[in-house]
């Protein structure tokens, strides 16, 4: 979408007229397919870079991207390792785990009052960063952290660990994954007739986890926060977007669609800005940015961290995800 709405414009760069092609390949979420696929794109001599999706992925590829000189914008990576590298070429567009596990280990004690806290995390570099931030921010708002247990990214058998936690008899109970582990972890939960709050990240924070926890999503039990949201303004730029993506792909915005359209435009406004395509030219012009795209006011730190990023936290009624609140 925003490569079409940008070839519409016809914008003029070094003087001449520029289309704008999409090139894309596929990591399969697995790191070395990462590097595989960033090499690919630095062989090719891409312009820039948006993605990649998860942060075990990024981060091994932003090495390569930065040897090679080319700006990478990830739309959705949140482990602050991925801008914490030293890196030049290193951007990214929502609010990393620091935030949203601080947000978190806040709200788990400060709103729903949790004293006894449990945690689990599935190894990987995104629910490991996301459950330490957590466990952090819980600690400074005056909880215990009664126990931390660890699973892997593929596991559905959660028995053993949760029974060891029932024991130390916890009131919120946080997991760092994704929503593919978290459903089933759910279901065992309440066999095992843990009375918790449920509360985890963006990967357990979507429309799917009803569907993978079935009848054991209470109302009201399962907190969690995504990176991103938008307040003011900002909403009735984000609802034209919704609109227009469904009209165009038929589906609705999976959850980092606005953020990879705006991060596209940005390195657009950023080539535009230095009137140039060739990386060197613009980097400097997209440390600069100062934009406004739909899913709110973008601009970077020195690390190439979006400042003031928002969060959006979500529970669960009915088996529908409802916004409880956006918070920066």
């Known amino acids: 979408m925003a490569i079409d709405d ?19 390949e596929d990591d399969a979420g697995d790191p070395k397919q990462g590097t595989a696929v960033a090499q690919k794109l630095v062989d090719e001599n ?3 870079v948006v993605g990649h999706l998860n942060s075990g992925t ?19 990576a949140t482990n602050p390792k991925y801008t914490r590298q030293g890196f030049n070429t290193t951007f990214r567009v929502v609010a990393d785990d620091t935030q949203l596990g601080g947000v978190l280990g806040k709200y788990a004690v400060e ?28 600690k400074a708002a005056g909880a215990s952290i009664v126990g931390h247990e ?4 593929k596991s559905t058998d959660f028995a053993a660990i949760l029974t060891k936690l029932k024991s130390a008899k916890p009131d919120i109970l946080f997991f760092g994954g994704m929503d593919a582990v978290g459903g089933p972890m759910l279901r ?9 709050k449920f509360v985890g990240g963006d990967g357990l924070c979507t429309e799917e986890l009803p569907k993978l926890a079935g ?26 977007f919704k609109a227009d993506f469904k009209a165009k792909n038929g589906i609705d915005v999976q959850v980092y669609s606005p953020y990879v359209y705006d991060a596209v435009h940005l390195l657009a406004d950023a080539m535009t800005r ?16 100062d934009y406004r795209g739909v899913t709110g006011p973008i601009r970077f730190d020195e690390k190439g961290d979006i400042k003031n990023g928002a969060l959006t936290l979500y529970t669960y009624k009915l088996g529908k995800r409802q916004q409880l609140a956006v918070v920066r």
């Open 6 to 24: 940008l070839n519409a414009k016809e914008l003029k760069i070094g003087g001449k007229v520029v289309k704008f092609q999409l090139v894309a």
């Open 46 to 48: 891409v312009n820039g």
């Open 58 to 76: 990024s981060i091994p590829a932003s090495k390569l991207y930065n040897d090679a000189g080319i700006p990478q914008i990830s739309p959705s």
């Open 111 to 138: 709103t729903l009052k949790g004293k006894q806290i449990a945690v689990i995390d599935d190894r990987t570099a995104y629910g490991q960063g996301v459950a330490e931030e957590f466990e952090k921010a819980a």
């Open 150 to 153: 660890f699973t892997t990214d």
């Open 188 to 196: 065992q939960v309440k066999q095992l007739g843990l009375d918790v």
């Open 215 to 240: 009848d054991a999503i209470g109302d009201g039990t399962v907190v969690c926060a995504e990176a991103g949201g938008v307040d003011g303004e900002f909403k009735t730029m984000q609802q034209k």
């Open 274 to 289: 230095a009137d140039s395509v060739d990386p060197k030219e613009y980097l400097a012009e997209l440390r600069k940015t």
